[in-house]
């Protein structure tokens, strides 16, 4: 079964990095190609982007300019490092394993930009 | 890039059908086959009913079917029950990218 955990902070500053990582089990980040998703509270979903396996990006051309995906095959994760955020970039951030759709999603984190 | 455009709400009785549109472009919609589905009940992560337009995954029940016409996508759900009750959203490829339909909340009446 695959399954997916979102970590880091709950709280980041605004103009600073948003950083999270999602560890992976049950399958390999080298395979397949693996996905970031938002939603703000009350609204629908934001595609972020997407990183095949430890290769090229996606990036959706809204967040393009200040968004970093990457891939670390040993410790079988995948990142996303959104720079200079505001309280716009306040939401519940999902990965997602993005083959034959994103059939599967890790349970989301919650990120608040405040000072 | 705009969201694609799905209605609202919707609502309808249990045991009855009923169909979510999802309307695009030639861009997204309209120029691939690779437009999914999900259903996220309140406070829960989304759970994946359709994707490429057709297919549905192992476990989904095949009350869940999915189409498209055009630009258009649609999800159609026979038969239903109370626990279909969620938020609904389309996501289709648009060259490059992803992009997701605003979302359509059914009510089961």
């Not at chain 2, 029940?61 to 038969?79: C, E, M, Q, V, Y």
């Amino acid at each position: 079964q695959v399954q997916l955990q979102e970590s880091g902070p709950g709280l980041v500053k605004p103009s600073e990095t948003l950083s999270l990582t999602c560890t992976v089990s049950g399958d390999s980040v080298s395979s397949h190609a693996w996905t970031w998703i938002r939603q703000p509270a009350g609204k629908g979903l934001e595609w972020i982007g997407r990183i095949y396996n430890s290769g090229p990006t996606q990036y959706s051309p809204s967040l393009k300019s200040r968004i970093t995906l990457s891939v670390d095959t040993s410790k079988n994760q995948f990142s996303l490092k959104l720079s200079s955020v505001t309280a716009a970039d306040t939401a519940v951030y999902y990965c997602a394993r993005d083959y034959n759709g994103l059939a599967f999603w890790g349970q989301g984190t919650l990120v608040t930009v405040s000072s | 890039q705009s969201a694609l455009t799905q209605p609202r709400s919707v609502s309808e009785s249990p045991g009855q059908s009923v169909t979510i549109s999802c309307t695009g472009t030639s861009g997204d919609v309209g120029g691939y086959n690779y437009v999914s589905w999900y259903q996220q009940p309140p406070g829960k992560a989304p759970k994946l009913m359709i994707y490429d337009v057709t297919h549905r995954p192992s476990g989904v029940p095949d009350r869940f079917s999915g189409s498209k016409s055009g630009n258009t996508a649609s999800l159609t759900i026979s038969g239903l029950q109370a626990e279909d009750e969620a938020d609904y959203y389309c996501c289709s490829y648009a060259g490059s990218f992803l992009v997701f339909g605003g979302g359509t909340k059914l009510t089961v009446l």
